[in-house]
């Protein structure tokens, strides 16, 4: 399961648009359903309305009824694997469990596998 969708958030980051950074970012989420759904990096002008990879990929499958996240990978042309920042990190918190797996990964196949614990230990939770 890993390597495929570290291979499927590598592809979306092709799809980022990012004419600002230049720098792509790719996700992919697979369901507890199996399905997949993946995000790139969408660049405004007013850059606070920017959406990340990450995001993208979340609402997407809650847009489309699945709420059951298995796992999360997320890729960057970084030198150490990328890491999300916060605003993804708490929407992770509103969607992911302890049991959803998050690949963080670079374009030199470096994958570091971590989870919602450890990327936000002190989250906001209703």
Do not use: W
């Not at 995001?55 to 059951?68: L, P």
């Not at 150490?80 to 990190?89: D, K, L, Q, V």
């Not at 929407?91 to 959803?100: A, L, N, Q, R, Y």
């Amino acid at each position: 399961m890993r390597d495929e969708l570290i291979k499927q958030a590598k592809n979306a980051q092709q799809y980022a648009y990012v004419p600002y950074s230049n720098f792509q970012v790719g996700a992919a989420v697979k369901m507890v359903s199996g399905k997949v759904f993946t995000g790139s990096n969408i660049e405004n002008a007013s850059y606070s309305l920017t959406c990340c990879a990450e995001r993208t990929a979340i609402f997407k499958a809650v847009s489309e009824g699945e709420t059951d996240f298995l796992a999360l990978a997320v890729t960057g042309n970084t030198e150490e694997p990328i890491s999300p920042c916060g605003a993804c990190r708490q929407v992770m918190s509103e969607f992911f469990t302890d049991k959803t797996t998050i690949y963080l990964g670079n374009l030199h196949g470096d994958v570091y596998e971590s989870s919602l614990a450890e990327l936000l230990p002190f989250r906001f939770k209703l």
